[in-house]
């Protein structure tokens, strides 16, 4: 074929069958759909929140007088900065008690040579099948028997440490060659060493993936801080918006969809903060080396 030809070929423009084309049309129109159904409701909560006095919050999405009036006024309706703050410190006890047990525990999972191994691995995944329902009268006599009730430190200690977050981190350190850590004992690496130099530094997408999930499930915990806590002040977010959603004196949909969007906004800052670690973590966890 001359030179000429093959210019031809590569300038003529791609075409696609009708049935290709149909699969990239439903494909996209799939995707439209999740949009609408994922960001939709949090899109018409962000416009309420924005939608003056005097408006009706039924009758139209967009707010015809735009105002940021709603966030100021939900810190005067309740205790926004104090119930952040409580709900702040239960999710940095998460994060950090979290990354730390399920990575010392993952990478104990992960290292062959000990019995029990196997046992203690079903185990643990064997209690993915019973519902937080199920065990919550349990949870809730052991932290009164421990004097916790009506504290933070009640509130964090179920979720100090998460099976999920363990298995995650036992993923990411078996996808480690062998071939490294056979390199690391030959230079004289203890096991701490190992752990701290080799595998931790490894595994920084599921520390990731482990830091997000434990802050999202600290900060939307709602049903066992409603269990464990009595007294307002030591109230978490999600509970104060509920004491605002059903207050008499307040009933505005304005004031609790700034509350909501006031919630919603640090796991979203979180979240596109780490989210290339994030995606990382969930690649290393499905493939191993």
């Given amino acids: 074929m001359s030179t000429s030809a093959v210019s031809r070929v590569a300038d003529k423009p791609k075409r696609y069958s009708r049935r ?14 999740m949009l609408v159904v994922l960001v939709g409701p949090i899109a018409w909560q962000f416009l309420t929140s924005l ?23 939900v ?70 028997e421990m004097g ?8 964090w200690l ?12 036992r993923a990411s350190f078996l996808a480690v060659p062998k071939e490294v850590e056979e390199a690391a004992v030959l230079d ?15 595994a920084k997408g599921a520390l990731a993936v482990v830091c997000i999930t434990s802050f999202m499930g600290a900060w939307d915990d709602f049903l066992w801080p409603l269990i464990v ?25 304005r004031l609790i969809a700034a509350g909501a969007m006031a919630a919603l906004l640090p796991m979203m800052l979180l979240f596109f903060a780490l989210q290339r670690y994030f995606f990382k973590g969930v690649g290393e966890g499905a493939i191993k080396t």
Avoid: H
Avoid at 51 to 71: A, H, I, Q
Avoid at 96 to 119: D, E, I, Q, T
């Fill in 20 to 33: 290709v084309l149909i699969g990239l049309s439903g494909r996209y129109l799939t995707l439209c759909l």
């Fill in 148 to 155: 916790l009730v009506d504290t933070l430190a009640g509130v």
């Fill in 188 to 202: 004289g690496a203890n096991e701490w060493q190992r752990f701290l130099r080799v595998f931790l530094p490894s």
């Fill in 158 to 169: 179920p979720g100090a440490v998460s099976v999920i977050n363990l298995l995650i981190m």
């Fill in 229 to 253: 806590l009595t007294n307002s002040e030591n109230y978490t977010l999600q509970l104060g918006l509920k004491t605002l959603a059903g207050a008499t004196t307040v009933n505005d949909q």
């Fill in 75 to 144: 810190s005067e309706a309740f205790p926004l900065f104090q119930y952040v703050g409580n709900t702040l410190t239960v999710a940095v006890l998460a994060i950090v008690s979290n990354c730390l047990f399920a990575a010392m525990g993952g990478y104990a999972l992960s290292r062959a040579g000990w019995r029990g191994r196997k046992s203690v691995f079903t185990v643990l995944v064997a209690t993915l099948m019973f519902p937080f329902e199920s065990v919550m009268i349990s949870m809730f006599l052991t932290v009164r």
């Fill in 51 to 73: 939608k003056g006095r005097g408006e009706n919050v039924y009758e139209g999405v967009l707010p015809s007088d735009p105002t940021l009036d709603n966030y100021s006024r």
